[in-house]
Every structure is written in C-alpha cells, then in structure tokens.
C-alpha cells in the first residue's frame, strides 16, 4: 500500500536534492571563480608595485634590496619575481630558481606553469619606459595558498548545506505532517462519528479534502442504515418463526403426552431451530462486524452481566465472581459482546456446582476473556462437538445447544478465537475468548464460514 506521506517526503527530498546540487556546483564555481581573482588581483597589486620601483630606480639592481618580503629571499618559497632588460639582462628574486626561470612564457597575461612545490601561477607584462627603455616584468606565487583557500570553501559550503538538507527534510516532514493533518483526523474520527451516529462536519476540513468527507459522510449513512434494516430484518424473521415453531412444538408435546411417538420430530425440531437460530445471529454479527466499530468496555458490560444474572433464579444457589481490568476495550459490537458472555454464562451456570467465575485479561495486543465454572466439564474428544450448532452432550437436559455455536459464531465475526478446555482453579469447563484490543480504524470483515 502506497503512503501518501512517504511520497510527498521522497518527492520533496528528491527534488530538494537535484535543486541543491545544480545550486551547489554553480556556487562552487562562483565561490572558486571569486578566489581565482582575488589571486589575480594580488599578483597584479604585486607586478604593479614592482614596475613602479623598476619605474623610480636608477639602477635595477636595487630592486632587492628594495623588495624586503622575505619569501622573495627564501630560496623555492612560493613568491617569486623577474625583470628582464632589452639586453636579455635578468633581475629576479633570490627565492626564483634559475630552472624555473628557464620555463616562465614569452607571452604576456597571466599564466599557470609547475613550480617547485606545486603549481604556479604569474602574470607578465612588457613596459617601455619614459627613457626609451624596454623592460619585462614577471611575478608568480605558489597555487597551494589558492588551493587551500578554495578547499576551506569547499569544506564550510558542504557543511552548510549539510544543514541546510537536514533542515529540509525536516521541513517536508512537518510540512508533509501539517498537509496530511486533517485526513489523519478524518480517520481517528471514523469509529468516533459511528458509535455516535453523526457526521462529519465538512466546515472543519480543507476544500480539497471536503469532497471526500461528503463521500464519508454518506457511506457511514448507508452503513447504519444496513445495519439497522439487517437487525431488524433478523429480528422480524426470529419473531416470524417463533410463533410458528412453538405452535408446533406444542402440537409435537401434547401427541407425545397421548403416548405418540414424537421423539424424531421433536430432535429435528430441536435441530431446525438450532440452526435458525445459529443462521440470524450470523446474519447480526455480519452485519456489526462488516462495517466500522467502536472499542467496546469490557469492564461494563461485566458489570451488566453480573447484575442480571445475580437476578435470575438459575444463579440463586450459585455465586459468580467477576475480575477485569479497567480499561480493557474489544472491537466488537456491545450488544453481541453480551449475548455472547450471556450465552457462555447461562451454560455454565446451568452446569456448575454453585461458583462460576468471569474474568478478563490483557496480553499483548489481545483480551483473553475466560467464563469458567466447578461443574464436570467436558472431555477434551467432545469439546470440538460442543462449538457445533444443534449438538447437545446431554439430551437428558433442557435446551438446544446452541450457546456455545452462537458464542462461537459471533467471536469468529470480530477476528477472535473460542477455545474449550479445563479450569485449573474450578475444575469444570473453562472457556477463553480471544479478542483484538480495541482498535482505531475499520474493523476487519467478518469472518464467517457457510452455514451447516
């Protein structure tokens, strides 16, 4: 999947990054040109101030004594000069070899030659005097103080750029952030409008972004209204069947009573409303769990569950002990959540030996929520026959199985896991639910295998 904020930053840097070094080279170049003449215009204030001694003199030997720098008297320093007459007499610097004399051009301007300890570069000109006298003048310096000068530009412009890239990454990060803010926003707000049952308010977002949120708006409208018409539906079709199943239930019971055989009948019935049953809440829970959910509080609703079932006549001989963690939130619709602990419950309490216990924990990225209770349990080759609609261990008890199918169903919807095994502390059945921890965002499809 494609992020729209690492594009905008790669982008951002990659067009940063071909700006500055197009930038850069150029103003290498400038900075290097700059310095070039500044060695030039040194040279030139140096020929300048040597023709004008050579100008005043009346002998041209005077000249060094009249140049006191002492790299003119060092011996391959890196300042050098010469004069030569019209006779071919030469005046030079003691620091000039003759052998770098030898290679000086006859041309005159600046020019560039190897010296001793490097490069040179010079500058010549020919003169002719007031007295007639014809005289060239030559004065070179050592390319290395050039060199380093140009090096340490070099060193103090990659450095400022240096900083300057930093800069600009983080530039187009915070920009990239600022930009991308109010779809970040439109996305944390999601779950929050659903549960809610608002909109968005399109006034809040930039006009670019404001088609979009119109888009949203009407999706989370035709969202709830499936959902809602799905639970109705589901509810009508529950009551439609009701009646009908129970009047032949009766009909079934009173020719059993007449010592008819109506066992087969019976079970099958028992089988059909199971799997009714089983069929409408997967029909509620697709319908919840296929569209964006809100964090439901687990603490609550164990709250709930335990004031209706300290109410119920089933629980009168036995104590349910709740334990869960304050904050401990599923993605899971808060209705189905309770007629999934309800179902779970209603069974081990019609099963147990008086203590059943509802507990839930946090481990990872999940909530573990287990309903165990002290009554005999299930064999571990029975316990995948149990999660199975219609499929009841016991046909000498009342009821269709089915609350184990169902908890099953609706926990598989929402992304989570239903285990059976042994409570180490009770000792009878112990059930643990697997659940995401709530999250932001859209929930996962439902999960949900075809009906049997």
């Known amino acids: 999947m494609t992020s729209l904020r690492r594009r905008a930053i790669a982008g951002g840097l990659v067009w940063a990054t071909l700006a500055m070094l197009v ?56 300042k050098y000069w010469a004069v030569t007459g019209q006779n071919g007499t030469v005046y030079k610097s003691p620091s000039l070899p003759n052998y770098l004399l030898s290679s000086f051009p006859n041309q005159d301007g600046f020019w560039n030659g190897d010296g001793p300890n490097g490069q040179i570069r010079g500058v010549t000109e020919t003169f002719v005097f007031d007295n007639g006298t014809t005289w060239r003048v030559t004065v070179a310096s050592s390319l290395n103080d050039l060199l380093s000068e140009q090096g340490g530009l070099r060193s103090n412009f990659m450095i400022a750029f240096g900083f300057a890239g930093l800069f600009g990454i983080l530039g187009a990060v915070l ?10 926003r439109m996305q944390r707000e999601i779950i929050a409008r659903w549960d809610k049952g608002e909109a968005f308010d399109i006034e809040h977002y930039p006009e670019e972004v404001a088609p979009l949120v119109e888009d949203i708006n009407a999706l989370l409208s035709r969202n709830r209204e499936i959902v809602d018409r799905g639970r109705r539906q589901a509810a009508d079709l529950a009551h439609a069947i ?59 609703s164990f709250a709930r569950m335990k004031r209706l079932f300290e109410s119920m006549p089933l629980t009168e001989d036995a104590t349910l002990r709740v334990e869960a963690a304050e904050g401990l939130t599923v993605p899971m ?20 030996d008086g203590q059943v216990r509802l507990t839930a924990t ?9 309903i165990e209770d002290n009554g005999p349990g299930i064999s571990e080759e029975s316990r995948r026959a149990a999660l199975e609609a219609g499929t009841r261990l016991d046909v000498a008890t009342p009821g269709t199985g089915l ?21 180490e502390t009770l000792g009878g059945l112990m059930v643990t639910l697997t659940l995401p921890q709530g999250r932001a965002g859209l929930a996962s499809p439902p999960r949900l295998e075809a009906a049997e």
Not at 32 to 59: C, K, P, Q, Y
Not at 293 to 300: F, R
């Open 175 to 184: 920009l990239t952030t600022a930009v991308l803010r109010p779809i970040i």
């Open 403 to 423: 609350g184990l199918a169902i908890a099953s169903d609706l926990v598989h919807a929402y992304g989570g896991e239903v285990a059976l095994g042994q409570s």
């Open 242 to 300: 009701k009646t009908p199943s129970s009047a032949l239930r009766n009909e079934l019971e009173a020719l059993r009573r007449s010592n008819a055989d109506t066992s087969a009948a019976l079970e099958a019935l028992d089988r059909i409303d199971a799997q009714l049953g089983r069929s409408l809440a997967r029909i509620r829970a697709s319908n919840a769990a296929g569209v964006s959910q809100g964090a439901t509080d687990v603490t609550a």
């Open 23 to 78: 930038f850069g080279v150029a103003l290498l170049r400038v900075f290097d040109a700059s310095a070039v003449r500044r060695f030039d215009n040194t040279l030139a204030e140096r020929h300048l101030s040597i023709v004008g001694m050579l100008a005043a003199a009346t002998d041209p030997e005077d000249l060094q004594s009249a140049l006191s720098d002492p790299e003119y008297r060092q011996r391959a320093s890196g």
């Open 333 to 352: 619709d808060r209705q189905d959540l309770e007629e999934t602990l309800g179902n779970l419950l209603e069974n081990a309490f019609k099963w147990c």
């Open 362 to 370: 946090a481990r990872g990225e999940v909530v573990e929520i287990t």
